[in-house]
């Protein structure tokens, strides 16, 4: 089972670093948000979509890891949480290197979690912006008067347009 939970401390810290990339893209990402620059976006959005197959890739990787552990100490596999396994093998020479990839793992989705949130306000924020200032142009072009109102003085006695000169 060490060698269970060592691959599992490895994994997890492996998807803790790629998380924290993802951390620092969406400080970028922000940046972008602000300025309106879209072609900066794309170049972050790039970044994100090389990383997220890492990342489910790591998903799996550590669900099934969880999941040998739980069959090893004939748990059920759902019922097998961090804070469970930490109680599981406290005293054991993996117990400390997993508590601490445990919580840098929840310290870096909880970050990269509120990092989304502010960036999701932006976006929303900026189309906010773009629905208002399109509601504007409507609203200038529905009171504005279309119509040909110089052609139509143009039909009075005396003028070019009147057949009878």
Same mark, same amino acid.
């Given at each position: 089972?060490?060698?269970?939970?060592?691959? +599992?401390? /490895?994994? $997890? &810290? !492996? %998807?803790?670093?790629?998380?924290?990339?993802?951390? @620092?893209?969406?400080?970028?990402?922000?940046?972008?948000?602000?300025?309106?620059?879209?072609?900066?976006?794309?170049?972050?959005?790039?970044?994100?979509?090389?990383?997220?197959?890492?990342?489910?890739?790591?998903?799996?990787?550590?669900?099934?890891?969880?999941?040998?552990?739980?069959?090893?100490?004939?748990?059920?596999p759902?019922?097998?949480?961090?804070?469970? +396994?930490? /109680?599981? $093998? &406290? !005293? %054991?020479?993996e117990?400390?290197?997993?508590?601490? @990839?445990?919580?840098?793992?929840?310290?870096?989705?909880?970050?990269?979690?509120?990092?989304?949130?502010?960036?999701?306000l932006?976006i929303?924020?900026?189309?906010?912006?773009?629905?208002?200032?399109?509601n504007?142009?409507?609203?200038?072009?529905?009171?504005?008067?279309?119509?040909?109102?110089a052609?139509?003085?143009?039909?009075?006695?005396?003028?070019?347009?009147?057949?009878?000169?």
């Amino acid at each position: 089972m060490a060698g269970l939970i060592s691959n +599992l401390i /490895e994994t $997890i &810290e !492996g %998807q803790t670093d790629l998380f924290r990339k993802v951390i @620092a893209l969406s400080a970028d990402k922000r940046e972008f948000i602000i300025k309106n620059d879209i072609e900066g976006l794309r170049k972050i959005v790039k970044q994100e979509n090389d990383i997220i197959p890492k990342a489910l890739k790591g998903d799996k990787n550590r669900e099934k890891i969880m999941a040998d552990i739980a069959t090893v100490l004939n748990k059920a596999p759902g019922e097998l949480t961090f804070t469970a +396994l930490a /109680e599981l $093998i &406290e !005293g %054991q020479p993996e117990h400390a290197a997993f508590l601490k @990839a445990a919580e840098d793992f929840i310290i870096t989705i909880t970050e990269m979690k509120e990092q989304n949130d502010a960036n999701k306000l932006l976006i929303q924020d900026a189309l906010d912006y773009i629905d208002f200032n399109i509601n504007i142009i409507h609203s200038s072009l529905d009171a504005a008067p279309v119509g040909y109102g110089a052609l139509e003085d143009a039909h009075e006695p005396g003028s070019f347009l009147d057949k009878s000169n």
